[in-house]
């Protein structure tokens, strides 16, 4: 099995300051101090083996998804999130390796992010696991941590813009686009974009038009789904500031709606 070493700068905390919640509108008296919350990120530019190694445990649907992708690249993507994953988790939290899996939920409004909980049978059934999200793009892969919140994070190489006018047209405001002068600008203004929706759990499911990003801020988020959501941008090496572009978002920790379910082994 490859391994995936860290570029040359260690695993990141980013902190937010989130508002505290308010028991009356407008009542600076009843408001909660804001809290300070931790996306912890993990960036890698070196795939993994296409073959997923033994221990990590993958449900009926992630094989079906490995089985049915074309190219051996992404595979490659899809293994190197879940292996990094794990291996923070043992790291950091003392999680054997192979003990959380992912789980797919599904509601009314479309298809939940995955979320971690316990492998059956290894005794970690009843952990408050981290919210995780994993995004790749070409030879880089990209993890996010938050305990308390949903995260959500992407990562995005340059090159992918330059035949890119289809794709922003699609996914980014006039606003937004007007803020677009390079590739490297594309990049990180679609980053922003697709963090937030992650962080609310949809992604892309979501008409990406319905929101906007302007400045390092959510301006306009009209649909159902929408919640308080912050950003900040994930500081890259210099040597590959001009390749890679990536944001980290987090939102108030929400449940999936009624009538959800989950995926099976």
């Known amino acids: 099995m490859t391994s995936s070493p860290l570029l040359d700068i260690p695993p990141l905390d980013i902190p937010f300051l989130v508002p505290g919640d308010a028991r009356v509108p407008g009542d600076a008296r009843t408001e909660a101090p804001p809290r300070r919350l931790v996306a912890e990120v993990e960036l890698v ?13 993958l449900t009926h649907d992630d094989r079906v998804r490995l089985a049915a992708f074309r190219r051996e690249g992404d595979c490659r993507r899809f293994v190197t999130g879940r292996v990094m994953v794990h291996r923070r988790l043992r790291e950091v939290r003392g999680v054997p390796l192979g003990a959380a ?4 939920r599904f509601t009314a409004a479309g298809e939940w992010k995955p979320v971690l909980s316990g492998e059956p049978g290894r005794g970690f059934e009843g952990t408050q696991w981290p919210d995780v999200s994993i995004s790749h793009s070409g030879t880089f892969v990209a993890v996010a941590f938050c305990e308390g919140a949903e995260v959500g994070i992407d ?10 006018d289809d794709v ?5 405001t006039p606003q937004e686009r007007a803020r677009v002068a390079s590739i490297a600008d594309a990049a990180r203004v679609f980053t922003a974009k697709e963090a937030v929706l992650k962080a609310v759990g949809f992604g892309l499911a979501i008409d990406p038009l319905l929101v906007e990003v302007l400045d390092g801020a959510v301006r306009r988020f009209d649909h159902p789904e929408r919640r ?14 001009g390749l890679v572009s990536a944001t980290v978002a987090i939102a108030p920790a929400s449940s999936p709606g009624s009538g959800s379910r989950t995926d099976q082994p």
Request: hydrophobic share 45%; no cysteine.
């Open 101 to 104: 899996r992912f789980t797919r």
């Open 228 to 241: 308080p959501v912050v950003l900040a941008p994930v500081p890259v090496p210099d040597r590959l500031s």
């Open 168 to 172: 922003l047209s699609m996914a980014l």
């Open 155 to 164: 990562v995005e190489q340059h090159s992918a813009f330059v035949d890119g």
């Open 45 to 57: 530019d070196r795939l993994e083996d296409a073959d997923p190694p033994s221990w990590l445990p």
